[in-house]
Each structure stands twice: as C-alpha cells, then as structure tokens.
C-alpha cells in the first residue's frame, strides 16, 4: 500500500512539472512565433508610437496581448533603451501596459475553451508545414495555444491527487490563513519559472479544484500568491537590464517599484480586496471559477496603473536617485537638440563630433566582444553583439539625419568639408559594426557545429585582432585631437593588416591542401579573414579623412578582387 501511494504521488508529481513544462513551452513558442510573424516592426512600432506615457501604455498593453509575455514586452523595451531608440520616460508607459496585457493571458485560460487543446495542436502542426512565412509562424502561435492547454490539463491530472494529499491541505490552509507566506511564495515561484503567466495559470487550477470537491487553495490564500507573483515576474526585467546603460537598469527599477508599490497597496487592503472579489465571483462567476483570479488580476494592474500613472516623474526621479549617472556608450539626447542647429550650426557640428566619438567608443566595445567570442563561446556575448549592432544601427540614423538639417542651415566651405568627413566617419563606422556582426555570426555557425579554429588559425586571427586593435584606438585619438601623425599611423598598419590577411589566407589553403583542416571543419574562416580586413578598410577611411576631408583611399578607386564589400 505503501509503495503503491509513493508511485502513485510520483506519477502525480510527474503530471505536474511535465504540464508545467509544456505550458511554459507553449507560452515561448506563442511569443516567439508571434514576433517572427510581426518581423522587426515590433520594434518600430514601439519606437514611434511610445512620444507620451499614455500611447506608451496602450502599445505596451497591445504588444503584450500580441506576444503573449509580459516579459518578452519589457525585455524587448530594455534593449530598445540600450540601443538609444526609446528615453525612460517613454518606457514607463510600456511597463504600465505590459501589466495590464499580461491578464489576458489568465483570461484565456479561465475561458471554456481548454478541452480544444488538442485541435489547436494539430492545425497548429499541419500550418508549419506549409511554406508561406506568415501561415508558418501563425501555426506555431496554434501549437503554442494548444500545448498551453495540454499542459495546464496535465497539470490538472497530477494537482488532484497531490492537493488531496493532508500535506498539501496543511500548506493550502497556511496560505489562506498567512498573507506573508503566500505573497513570498508567489514571488519565489515566479521568479523560479520566470514567467507570471505560468504561476498565475497554476493557481486557476487549484482554485478551481475546490469545485471538484477537493479542499484546495481559498480566495484568502490565492490573492497574495497573485500579488507576490506580480513581483517575482520583475526578475525577466532586471536580467535583461544587467550589462546595459544606465537608463536600461531605471527602466528594470521602475519596473520592479511599480510591482512593489502595487503588490503592498493591496496588502494593505488585503481583506476589503478580497471581499470585493469575492462579491465579483458570487454576483457574475459560478464558484471557484478560474475566471475569478482572472478577474483579481487584472483589476489590480489597471487600478494601479490609473494611480501610478499620476506619479511617473516621482518614480523616474526615485530610479535616478538610486541609479546615477555614469559615463557609458549611449548618447546623451541633449546631442541632437535642433535648437542649437537654429542657433549656431557650426557649434551643433561640434556635439556631432562628441557624438561620434560615443559611436566610436561603442565600436572598440564591439569589436572587444567580437574578439573574446572568436576564441571562447559566451552566449551572453552573442546577446551583447546584437544589442551593439542596433546601437550603431541607431547612431547612425540619428546622427545622418542630424547632420542632414544641419546642411540645411547653412555652413562655410570649410565647415562643410568637416560635415561631409562625418557623414562618411558614420557611415565606416556603422560598416564595421556590420562586419563585426558577420565575424559574431560566423563563429557562432562554428561553435554550433564544433568547429574548433586550430592553432595556427588562432595564432593568425590573434595578429589581425592585436594590430585592428591599435588601428582603432590610433583613429580614435586621431579623430579626437584631429592629429595627422597618428592617422598617418593607420594608414600605415591597414598595409600590414592587408599583408596579414593574405598571408593568413594562404596558410589556410596550405593546410586544406595538407589535409590539416577539413573544408567542411573551416568552410567560413576566409570569409572571418575578409571582413577583418574590411574593418581595416574603413578605419583607413576615417584616418585618411583626418588627413584629407573627403579623401578617397585608393583601395576603394581600385580594391583588390577580395576585398569587393559584398555587403553594400
């Protein structure tokens, strides 16, 4: 009997975490197929359409209800910040929204349609077989759904016989009998599968057991576990934050307070709350309906987003006041002031030279994450890669246009010379990041395939990599000091770094035909060569304009059969 009931517990128990993890499952692969549907234009709605707190609200509500993920929202809006596309002030509104989109999830959930699970998983499978790109990933958001359900069925299966159990009644009466408890669990738990959602859907379950006959979680016990996981979904928010600007760990601040604030204003209306619930469930719902912590949740987000909506300068200052400011890559708004085009456009081309120095730091960081990845896989270096690309994606949009309305205004030849030098300096530097890019994908092609450089390609790459190194640092100071002798300085090395490239080139051949190297094994690391060298180029194109404005190298007039930039 004995061993009959722990097999029987362990099967519950298995019900449990396998639904669980085909509810998470499904829950990611609705979001990510719902941003592959949508493409990049995520990001430019938010950008656009996020000007003021209240649109930022009402596109952070639709995104979420879109993707599905309160926490893919703000993740997505933390590197819009990193990146320079989005100010905190216009992030507030997106967190606000993201809250109240995040009910929808639990509203779905309560709704009689989880017995279709099933159907929805098989459409689902048959559209991502079909070819057409948007009927592919709408398949995936079917799947998603239908393994939603599956898993919050199986998780059913396994609840009732684990919430039968005396231990279980024991813990489901200390949560409805000790708020404390049940508001760290919520937290803890949904800091633990980081996703609301997940927890929230959870507790409909075991609310909803009690209409089954079996004495499970009370409305006592579940509004704090509702409110601790509001807190404990903040943690997607912060680690999307860690390594960003300073504006990126406010936003995860914010974040963080907002959930806070909320989850204590109801504690400390705890028992009211709950008797107004309560009222909702007895007047409209039938008895513990999932509907009903559907309801408690969403309630909550929008009460609090109508009060704080009020406070959003007291919470921009709270975050400013505990996170200062420090010198980093972003630049400073203040760069871009059109005023000061009005004023003086000569003193506005000076910012645009502070500005591109930013830019410029930004690329001696990317290229020092290029080169730690090319000798060791990081995921998180991948993620950071990614994060530099659009930050100079952004400068270099920012600061053409900028210099575009400055033109505009009117220079002296002179001054007009120097602006065409920094609309070719934005463009190098944005090419590099492209190349830097490509260098990041290549290796990551490798280290997914087990593609192990061998130690002379190690050798060969860490001789470029040192020698691109001093050039950018060379062009960097020779930008700033507009020094000649230093950028007469990168002009010289970019000969070495063509040398280098040939000869490393050629050595690789010379194993290939060795048989050293399968072709296979090292099929991209010529193609890691060219955009090395590429980097070279443009970086003896920013020299060379410190020297000369509008200087052609000739390289560019008539470049050598592999070093034609493909990606123009």
């Known amino acids: 009997m004995h061993i009959f009931a722990v097999s029987t517990y362990g099967d519950s128990l298995m019900l449990v975490f396998g639904g669980l993890a085909l509810f998470l499952f499904g829950i990611n692969l609705m979001s990510d197929s719902l941003k592959a549907a949508a493409g990049n234009k995520l990001k430019s709605i938010i950008e656009k359409t996020t000007n003021t707190p209240l649109k930022g609200i009402f596109v952070g509500l639709l995104l979420t209800v879109l993707i599905q993920s309160s926490s893919g929202t703000t993740a997505l809006m933390i590197g ?6 989005m ?30 699970g099933p159907l929805y998983l098989g459409i689902g499978v048959i559209m991502t077989f079909f070819n057409n790109r948007k009927v592919h990933h709408l398949g995936g958001v079917l799947v998603g759904l239908g393994m939603l359900f599956v898993g919050l069925d199986t998780m059913s299966s396994g609840l009732k016989p684990l919430a039968a159990t005396e231990t279980a009644t024991n813990m489901f009466h200390t949560f409805s009998s000790n708020w404390f408890l049940g508001t760290m ?26 209409a089954e006959g079996i004495d499970s979680i009370a409305l006592t016990g579940a509004v704090p576990i509702l409110l601790g996981a509001n807190i404990g979904t903040t943690i997607t928010a ?22 806070v604030i909320s989850a204590l204003f109801f504690l400390l209306i705890l028992f009211p709350y709950e008797a107004a619930v309560q009222w909702v469930e007895d007047k409209f719902l039938q008895p513990f309906s999932m509907l009903t912590i559907a309801f408690a949740h969403a309630f909550q987000n929008i009460t609090m987003t109508f009060i704080l909506y009020f406070f959003i300068k007291q919470l921009i200052f709270l975050s400013k006041f505990f996170i200062k400011d420090k010198k980093d890559g972003r630049i400073p708004e203040e760069m871009f002031d059109e005023k000061l085009i009005a004023e003086s456009p000569v003193l506005a081309l000076e910012f645009v030279k502070k500005a591109l120095l930013y830019m410029g730091g930004t690329v001696k960081d990317y290229f020092d994450i290029a080169k730690s990845y090319s000798f060791k896989e990081n995921s998180k270096l991948v993620h950071e890669a990614y994060v530099h690309e659009d ?21 002296e030849p002179d001054d007009s010379k120097k602006l065409s030098r920094d609309l070719d300096t934005i463009k190098d530097f ?22 192990e450089l061998t130690e002379e390609g190690k050798f060969d790459l860490t001789e470029i990599y040192e020698l691109l190194e001093m050039m950018i640092d060379d062009t960097l100071e020779a930008f700033m000091n507009n020094d000649i002798e230093i950028a007469k300085r990168v002009l010289v090395n970019e000969d070495l770094i063509d040398d280098l490239e040939e000869r490393a080139r050629y050595k690789y051949i010379e194993r290939l035909k060795n048989m050293q190297v399968s072709f296979v094994r090292a099929a991209n690391y010529q193609d890691i060569l060219a955009n090395l060298e590429r980097i070279g180029d443009h970086l003896e194109n920013i020299a060379g304009s410190i020297i000369e404005p509008l200087y052609v ?3 560019l007039v008539v470049p050598k059969p592999h070093e034609v930039d493909k990606d123009t």
């Open 80 to 85: 819009l910040l990193r990146a320079g596309l």
């Open 87 to 116: 100010t905190l002030p216009q992030s507030v509104g997106v967190i606000m929204g993201a809250n109240i989109g995040t009910t929808i999830t639990a509203f779905i959930i309560g709704l009689p349609i989880a017995d279709f």
């Open 185 to 210: 669990f919520g937290t803890v738990f949904t800091a633990v599968v980081q996703s609301s959602s997940a927890a929230i859907g959870v507790l409909q379950k075991l609310y909803a057991l009690n």
């Open 238 to 259: 912060f680690l999307a934050s860690l390594g960003g600007n300073v504006e990126s760990k406010r936003a995860a601040l914010i974040h963080i307070m907002f959930n």
């Open 391 to 411: 930050m100079l994606d952004t400068y270099d949009i920012k600061l053409h246009d900028y210099l575009i309305k400055i033109a505009q205004a009117g220079l």
């Open 430 to 451: 944005e090419r590099i990041g492209d190349h830097l890019t490509n260098i990041v994908d290549f290796f990551k092609e490798r280290y997914q395939e087990s593609q």
């Open 553 to 555: 190298p000739q390289s």
